[in-house]
């Protein structure tokens, strides 16, 4: 009698013990999904703003050519590049990442032809806007 006491007791503490232990570990792992789900919508958030940076100076490098402002047109360009690099090296899509290589390929070509102030660089620059445009994560 004294032992089936005894078993008796163990079985509820152990079911004490479970029933205190389930909630919190449930509750636990519903955060931890929670928080896995927003860290990938940040992630999303924060390659979509650079690729917001990366159409923007797209943009200001083709305004500064459209007014033959050359310089300036420079400037963006090596702004743009670099942000393309950036982006390029943190795209997790692979069609993301060889639309950026094609127009990384064309950095040295827009930079020469920046620095001699050829005005058939606005063609191009053109082209690469609307290819930096078409990109989506």
């Known amino acids: 009698m004294r032992s089936k006491k005894l078993v008796l007791s163990l079985i509820l503490l152990i079911a004490a013990y479970l029933a205190g232990?389930?909630?919190p570990y449930m509750k636990a792992r519903r955060l931890q999904e929670q928080?896995?789900?927003?860290?990938?919508?940040?992630?999303?958030?924060?390659?979509?703003?650079?690729?917001?940076k990366l159409r923007d100076h797209a943009a200001l490098m083709?305004?500064?050519?459209?007014?033959?402002?050359?310089?300036?047109?420079a400037e963006h360009a090596r702004?743009?590049?670099?942000?393309?690099?950036?982006?390029s090296s943190t795209a997790q899509n692979e069609a993301v990442r060889s639309a950026l290589q094609e127009?990384?390929?064309?950095?040295?070509?827009?930079?020469?032809?920046?620095s001699k102030g050829h005005a058939a660089v606005l063609e191009l620059t053109q082209s690469l806007l609307q290819k930096v445009q078409a990109v989506r994560q």
Do not use: H, W
């Open 79 to 87: 702004q743009f590049f670099d942000q393309a690099q950036q982006v």
């Open 62 to 73: 083709y305004l500064a050519m459209t007014q033959k402002n050359f310089g300036i047109a």
């Open 35 to 52: 928080m896995s789900a927003s860290a990938k919508q940040l992630q999303s958030c924060q390659f979509g703003e650079q690729l917001s």
């Open 103 to 114: 127009v990384l390929d064309s950095r040295d070509e827009v930079t020469a032809d920046l």
């Open 21 to 23: 232990l389930v909630p």
